[in-house]
C-alpha cells in the first residue's frame, strides 16, 4: 500500500529560493556579459583608428575663410574621435575675431563639425586713433579699418561693411544699454531706408535720432516700435522738410 505524499511548506520554500536564486544569477551574468561587450566597443572606438579623425567639415562661414578656421582649429587627424578634445578646438576658433560662436560635433565614423557662427555686423565705431572699428549685433568691435575706403567690396550677411551707419554714443559697448537699443533699432530697419542713414546718434535709449543723406534727421524716439515708424516715414519722407518725427508713429510730424 503506497503511503500518500504529505505536503512540506518549509521544503517548499527552499526549493523557490534556490530557483529565484539562479535566476538571479542568470540575470547578473547577462548584465555583467552585456557591459563587458558594452566595454569592448567603447574600448574599440576609443582606440580602433578605424574611427579617427579623417574629415573636418566646416559650416557657417561667409565673411571668415573655412581655411583660416581649420588653421586655428588644430584638429588632430588621425586621432580617435573618442580622444579628441571637441572643446578645446571650440575655444581655439572661438578666438577669430569675427566670429560669435561655435559648436564642435563628432561626426562618426571619421568626421568632425565645426559649426560657425560669425558676428553680424550693424554699425560702425569712430575710435580713439582715427579707425572705424566694427561692431556686431551684440556690441562687441571685432575689426577696425583706416577709412571706409579701406574696407573695399567686404560684405557680411549681404551687408558691405562700408555702407553700415557710423554710431555716436557716449560710451560704446556692449553692456551699454544705449548702445544696445541703438543696435537694436539699426538691425530692424527694412531695406528701403537703410542705404539711406549715414549715422545714429543717441544720449539714452529712448533718444535714437537717424541722421540721413541730404541732410535730414529722423527723431525716432526708443527702439519699441520699430517696423510702425518706419512704416509711418515711408508716408513723411516725400514731404518737404529737414526734420521727421516718428517717435509716435500714430502721430508722424515734419519740420
Known amino acids: 500500500m503506497r503511503q500518500a505524499r504529505t505536503h512540506d511548506p518549509q521544503r ?53 575663410p573655412q581655411q583660416e578656421v581649420l588653421t586655428v582649429a588644430e584638429v588632430p587627424m588621425g586621432k580617435p574621435l573618442l580622444q579628441v578634445d571637441t572643446a578645446a578646438i571650440a575655444r581655439r576658433v572661438s578666438r577669430i575675431p569675427a566670429v560669435e560662436a561655435v559648436r564642435v560635433d563628432r561626426s562618426y565614423p571619421s568626421a568632425l563639425h565645426i559649426a560657425v557662427t560669425e558676428r553680424t555686423p550693424r554699425a560702425l565705431i ?3 586713433d582715427g579707425q572705424l572699428g566694427v561692431m556686431d549685433r551684440l556690441g562687441v568691435v571685432y575689426v577696425a579699418y583706416a577709412s571706409r575706403a579701406a574696407m573695399g567690396k567686404t560684405a557680411i550677411g549681404g551687408v558691405a561693411l562700408r555702407d553700415l551707419p557710423v554710431l555716436d554714443v557716449s560710451d560704446p ?10 543696435l537694436e533699432m539699426i538691425g530692424g530697419l527694412p531695406g528701403w531706408l537703410r542705404p539711406q542713414v549715414e549715422s545714429v546718434s543717441a ?7 537717424l541722421h540721413l543723406t541730404k541732410g535730414r ?17 515711408s508716408h513723411i519722407l516725400p514731404m518737404a522738410g529737414n526734420t521727421y518725427n516718428v517717435s509716435a508713429p500714430d502721430y508722424p510730424a515734419v519740420s
Open 12 to 64: 517548499a520554500e527552499r526549493a523557490e529560493l534556490r530557483r529565484a536564486g539562479r535566476r538571479r544569477l542568470w540575470r547578473a551574468l547577462g548584465i555583467l556579459a552585456l557591459l563587458a561587450v558594452l566595454g569592448g566597443l567603447v574600448a574599440a572606438a576609443y582606440f580602433s583608428p578605424l574611427m579617427s579623425v579623417r574629415e573636418v567639415q566646416v559650416t557657417g562661414t561667409a565673411g571668415v
Open 126 to 128: 569712430k575710435q580713439a
Open 173 to 182: 559697448g556692449p553692456r551699454d544699454p544705449t548702445t544696445l537699443a541703438a
Open 203 to 209: 544720449s539714452s535709449p529712448a533718444d535714437l535720432t
Open 217 to 233: 534727421t529722423v527723431i525716432w524716439g526708443d527702439a519699441e516700435r520699430g517696423a510702425d515708424k518706419a512704416d509711418a516715414l
